[in-house]
T-cell receptor, first 114, second 111 residues
Framework: GENVEQHPSTLSVQEGDSAVIKCTYSDSASNYFPWYKQELGKRPQLIIDIRSNVGEKKDQRIAVTLNKTAKHFSLHITETQPEDSAVYFCAVKINSGGYQKVTFGTGTKLQVIP | EPEVTQTPSHQVTQMGQEVILRCVPISNHLYFYWYRQILGQKVEFLVSFYNNEISEKSEIFDDQFSVERPDGSNFTLKIRSTKLEDSAMYFC?????????FGPGTRLLVL
């Protein structure tokens, strides 16, 4: 089955600095890569996603890069703010008609220090 | 904006009892999912459901678990005989093809 590794498990940055979280996966059939932000006691919220035919995607302060050959993708948050503090999960999905399986990474607890 | 809803928000049950967790997916979505998250751990896939049948399930989703879409709006997860280790947050999600939207979760505590 799919194996998703996520690093680091915790990350502390000063407000205004950048944060980078990395994930690797094993199944080359995976073709959709979302990132979720989860605040304490809340549901995972999609913050950005990328499809396998795209190498990079940006949305304001958040960007995701994908290297399909190496089977890794990264989340980049620039100009971090205290409200970015949360747990971030990467996920890997195979979209193939009725076949829908999602594997989550182990999560990164991001702390932005004011 | 439409949202996935779940009931109840909290459920306390005795070991060995049956529980049913309920979800109302977003109305035009075709794919439905259940996940669980043990406190402080990652989100774990349980099952996906499409076209009125299970399309994929994980090794966690054993014979104690079942899912059903009893009508056009509800999607349920049943745990037949709960164990202590079933204590977790259970999230329902729905999607068109790709983007999943999560419900607020049901916190299940098995005593």
């Amino acid at each position: 089955g799919e194996n998703v590794e996520q690093h680091p498990s915790t990350l502390s940055v000063q407000e205004g600095d950048s944060a980078v979280i990395k994930c690797t996966y094993s199944d080359s059939a995976s073709n959709y890569f979302p990132w979720y932000k989860q605040e304490l006691g809340k549901r995972p919220q999609l913050i950005i996603d990328i499809r396998s035919n795209v190498g990079e995607k940006k949305d304001q302060r958040i960007a995701v890069t994908l290297n399909k050959t190496a089977k890794h993708f990264s989340l980049h948050i620039t100009e971090t703010q205290p409200e970015d503090s949360a747990v971030y999960f990467c996920a890997v999905k195979i979209n193939s008609g009725g076949y829908q399986k999602v594997t989550f990474g182990t999560g990164t607890k991001l702390q932005v220090i004011p | 904006e439409p949202e996935v809803t779940q009931t109840p928000s909290h459920q306390v049950t005795q070991m060995g009892q049956e529980v049913i967790l309920r979800c109302v997916p977003i109305s035009n979505h075709l794919y439905f999912y259940w996940y669980r998250q043990i406190l402080g751990q990652k989100v774990e896939f349980l099952v996906s459901f499409y076209n009125n049948e299970i399309s994929e399930k994980s090794e966690i989703f054993d014979d104690q678990f079942s899912v059903e879409r009893p009508d056009g709006s509800n999607f349920t997860l049943k745990i037949r005989s709960t164990k202590l280790e079933d204590s977790a947050m259970y999230f329902c999600a729905s999607s068109t093809l790709e983007t999943q939207y999560f419900g607020p979760g049901t916190r299940l505590l098995v005593l």
